[in-house]
T-cell receptor, first 114, second 116 residues
């Protein structure tokens, strides 16, 4: 089983619909992240969480919300999806106790908003 | 605001040739990461560079970090087709005291294609 699991892997939805992307991890890491990837823009940070009670906005949080249900689970919601939220979304975790912030990524969730 | 810029964004190489990808960043940091992404896949960590002058090598790839110039390079030696992928650098943003904020800012990515 993957260390970081994202569901769904692919989703097509319509403008105005509510969408939730889920992420679970078995690495036991406290830190979890949601990134968005767009061609030519690299990965941009949406939200990050250093523990269950510590959630922070990233570079592009407008239009998104998150929930950290447990150490192992971090979900991303789009309350009312719009076409420019069409992108590839990655969940990631890291363990700062190792002295670095190397991210372990999930396989990605491809979202298309029509 | 931390900016991370890679160049070139597209790199078409012949097998056997050498080339370098550059990663410039705009503010203080002594932690830089390189990742590889194969088409349709996730990102995997290649190198972690944790101090000025750090150099890491794995196979045909070598990464280095110059924190004073705010520059990291990824050098490709004698390229082979299997190296075709997108390469990202990412910077761990730190404050003036060197404390990491624990979040990475990524460059745009360099799409590398190696031809026979």
């Amino acid at each position: 089983d993957a260390d970081v699991t994202q569901t769904p892997r692919n989703r097509i939805t319509k403008t105005g619909k509510r969408i939730m992307l889920e992420c679970s991890q078995t690495k036991g890491h406290d830190r979890m992240y949601w990134y968005r990837q767009d061609p030519g823009l690299g990965l941009r940070l949406i939200y990050y969480s250093f523990d269950v009670k510590d959630i922070n906005k990233g570079e592009i949080s407008d239009g998104y919300s998150v929930s950290r249900q447990a150490q192992a689970k971090f979900s991303l919601s789009l309350e009312s999806a719009i076409p420019n939220q069409t992108a590839l979304y990655f969940c990631a975790t890291s363990d700062p106790d190792r002295g670095t912030n190397v991210l372990t990524f999930g396989a990605g969730s491809r979202l298309t908003v029509l | 605001e931390l900016k991370v810029e890679q160049n070139p964004l597209f790199l078409s190489m012949q097998e056997g040739k050498n080339y370098t990808i550059y990663c410039n960043y705009s503010t203080t940091s002594d932690r830089l990461y390189w990742y590889r992404q194969d088409p349709g896949k996730s990102l995997e960590s290649l190198f972690v560079l944790l101090s000025n002058g750090a150099v890491k090598q794995e196979g045909r790839l070598m990464a280095s970090l110059d924190t004073k110039a705010r520059l990291s390079t990824l050098h490709i030696t004698a390229a082979v087709h299997d190296l075709s992928a997108t390469y990202f650098c990412a910077v761990d943003w730190a404050n003036a005291g060197g404390t990491s904020y624990g979040k990475l800012t990524f460059g745009q990515g360099t799409i590398l294609t190696v031809h026979p």
